[in-house]
T-cell receptor, first 115, second 111 residues
Framework: DAGITQSPRHKVTETGTPVTLRCHQTENHRYMYWYRQDPGHGLRLIHYSYGVKDTDKGEVSDGYSVSRSKTEDFLLTLESATSSQTSVYFC??????????????FGPGTRLTVL | AQRVTQPEKLLSVFKGAPVELKCNYSYSGSPELFWYVQYSRQRLQLLLRHISRESIKGFTADLNKGETSFHLKKPFAQEEDSAMYYCALSGVIQGAQKLVFGQGTRLTINP
């Protein structure tokens, strides 16, 4: 497995509380991504980063913010968690932007439950 | 709009039978298509990319631009092929190169 870790791996929280998920890589890849995986929807991009302090929105960014202060860390924050954010969250990395020869490598996932 | 559709949420076949996982896409430019796979208790990983035109673990996929399809095929399914399969399209979306995934198909190979 590529050197990608996610923490925590499981979390249960209550509606309205802030939650931060961490993705850490040891591959020195420039691009990092946060996806959520939901039945019937597959994987949907939340936010991505193309460098330190450089981030942009994905398909389902409402209610989420991200930060990348170091190459190796990409944080996803739910400012005020809602039950609709119950999901499995995956971090991914790639050397370059998604393209024909640029494979994305995925972390193990974080299962988040918002009660 | 860019979209990837996998019409089958679940697919079950017997060991040794042929298997085909369907994928259709919509994209205005020249698409780059991939299949990713997630085996039980493993991470999501790339299975194959259309540009390589290779066979991986016995699977092949041909890009059919006329039918806007990229179906994944294997002539003789094995039990170890049981997994979740995602078709994905790479393209320029809102000014940036991104990967768009389909809804996924859970393939079960029965002994």
């Amino acid at each position: 497995d590529a050197g990608i870790t996610q923490s925590p791996r499981h979390k249960v929280t209550e509606t309205g509380t802030p939650v931060t998920l961490r993705c850490h890589q040891t591959e020195n890849h420039r691009y990092m991504y946060w996806y959520r995986q939901d039945p019937g929807h597959g994987l949907r991009l939340i936010h991505y980063s193309y460098g330190v302090k450089d981030t942009d929105k994905g398909e389902v960014s409402d209610g989420y913010s991200v930060s990348r202060s170091k190459t190796e860390d990409f944080l996803l924050t739910l400012e005020s968690a809602t039950s609709s954010q119950t999901s499995v969250y995956f971090c991914a990395i790639s050397e370059s932007a998604a393209g024909v020869y640029n494979e994305q490598f995925f972390g193990p996932g974080t299962r988040l439950t918002v009660l | 709009a860019q979209r990837v559709t996998q019409p089958e949420k679940l697919l079950s076949v017997f060991k040794g039978a042929p298997v085909e996982l369907k994928c259709n896409y919509s994209y205005s430019g020249s698409p780059e298509l991939f299949w990713y796979v997630q085996y039980s208790r493993q991470r999501l990983q790339l299975l194959l990319r259309h540009i390589s035109r290779e066979s991986i673990k016995g699977f092949t996929a041909d890009l059919n631009k006329g039918e806007t399809s990229f179906h994944l095929k294997k002539p003789f399914a094995q039990e170890e092929d049981s997994a979740m399969y995602y078709c994905a399209l790479s393209g320029v979306i809102q000014g940036a190169q991104k990967l768009v995934f389909g809804q996924g198909t859970r393939l079960t190979i029965n002994p």
